[in-house]
């Protein structure tokens, strides 16, 4: 918690430009599956992080848990997701420039992981377009993006991620199409052009590392997501109707293209 009573650390914020009008939906947790749906405008829509949950090879993440525990693998992974919450607050905070603090021990650890996300990465950002934005690709998907930026001259997607430890970038393959999901659906409702997606991340330790895609990057990786909202919509093809969108058809569409 915030303790409003300590004198809150100011921040000068970021350049905001109204160049886009966002639709905001509705965050809904499925209580039978536990699952994130977006609502918009009474379409419930499965989010990102749940297509790619639910579409992704979990050996690696099984294999850990058996290594480490079931226990200690709960507690390591309820750690980093309370300690990325509480750096993503930072970061909003800072970019929004409001005041804010936290001096919860998790708030301790998060402040300077964001701090050096603030010296390493936001200061190629000219100016943004919005902060913890809701995104829908009508009838697909939605989600939640940290950051609709123009980072060095080019309209850009940013996710921020805190890991235990540094990533090799054939592990952070699902963030690549986490980002090119978003930037599909900017492009889709708004008319946009996003040309960039850049990841930033810090571990506890404050080891900085940023991956972009650009261009034909990120159009392959959009290509792939399709590819996996497409298993999505196999998997639940049983509980009910596909998409009246067919990813098939923006598939061939890419394919067309390459």
Same mark, same amino acid.
């Given at each position: 918690?915030?303790?409003?009573?300590?004198?809150?650390?100011?921040?000068?914020?970021?350049?905001?430009?109204?160049?886009?009008?966002?639709?905001?939906?509705?965050? +809904?947790?499925?209580?039978?599956?536990?699952?994130?749906?977006?609502?918009?405008?009474?379409?419930?829509?499965?989010?990102?992080?749940?297509?790619?949950?639910?579409?992704?090879?979990?050996? #690696?993440?099984?294999?850990?848990?058996?290594?480490?525990?079931?226990?200690?693998?709960?507690?390591?992974?309820?750690?980093?997701?309370?300690?990325?919450?509480?750096?993503?607050?930072?970061?909003? $905070?800072?970019?929004?420039? +409001?005041?804010?603090?936290?001096?919860?021990?998790?708030?301790?650890?998060?402040?300077?992981?964001?701090?050096?996300?603030?010296?390493?990465?936001?200061? $190629?950002?000219?100016?943004?377009?919005? $902060?913890?934005?809701?995104?829908?690709?009508?009838?697909?998907?939605?989600?939640?993006?940290?950051?609709?930026?123009?980072?060095?001259?080019?309209?850009? +997607?940013?996710?921020?991620?805190?890991?235990?430890?540094?990533?090799?970038?054939?592990?952070?393959?699902?963030?690549?199409?986490? +980002?090119?999901?978003?930037?599909?659906?900017?492009?889709?409702?708004?008319?946009?052009?996003?040309?960039?997606?850049?990841?930033?991340?810090?571990?506890?330790?404050?080891?900085?590392?940023? #991956?972009?895609?650009?261009?034909?990057?990120?159009?392959?990786?959009?290509?792939?997501?399709?590819?996996?909202?497409?298993?999505?919509?196999?998997?639940?093809?049983?509980?009910?109707?596909?998409?009246?969108?067919?990813?098939?058809?923006?598939?061939?569409? #890419?394919?067309?293209?390459?």
């Amino acid at each position: 918690m915030v303790d409003k009573l300590e004198k809150q650390t100011q921040v000068k914020g970021l350049k905001k430009s109204n160049k886009y009008s966002y639709i905001q939906g509705t965050r +809904i947790t499925d209580h039978e599956t536990g699952n994130r749906v977006y609502d918009f405008q009474g379409a419930r829509l499965p989010s990102v992080t749940t297509v790619l949950g639910q579409t992704k090879n979990k050996k #690696f993440l099984t294999d850990w848990k058996n290594k480490v525990g079931a226990e200690e693998a709960e507690r390591i992974t309820n750690l980093s997701s309370k300690r990325g919450t509480a750096m993503h607050k930072f970061l909003e $905070s800072h970019i929004q420039g +409001i005041g804010y603090d936290d001096l919860t021990p998790i708030g301790c650890a998060a402040k300077p992981m964001a701090q050096k996300v603030i010296e390493m990465g936001l200061t $190629s950002i000219e100016e943004y377009y919005g $902060s913890e934005v809701m995104l829908h690709y009508p009838g697909l998907y939605a989600g939640s993006t940290d950051l609709v930026c123009n980072h060095n001259g080019l309209e850009t +997607i940013v996710d921020f991620k805190q890991s235990n430890r540094p990533k090799k970038e054939e592990w952070i393959y699902d963030y690549y199409m986490q +980002i090119a999901a978003y930037a599909m659906a900017h492009d889709e409702v708004y008319g946009s052009n996003i040309r960039q997606g850049v990841i930033m991340i810090c571990t506890p330790d404050l080891y900085y590392q940023e #991956f972009k895609m650009q261009d034909a990057m990120l159009r392959l990786w959009k290509h792939r997501f399709l590819g996996r909202l497409d298993q999505y919509h196999e998997l639940e093809r049983d509980e009910k109707e596909r998409a009246n969108i067919d990813p098939n058809k923006l598939l061939e569409e #890419f394919e067309k293209d390459k």
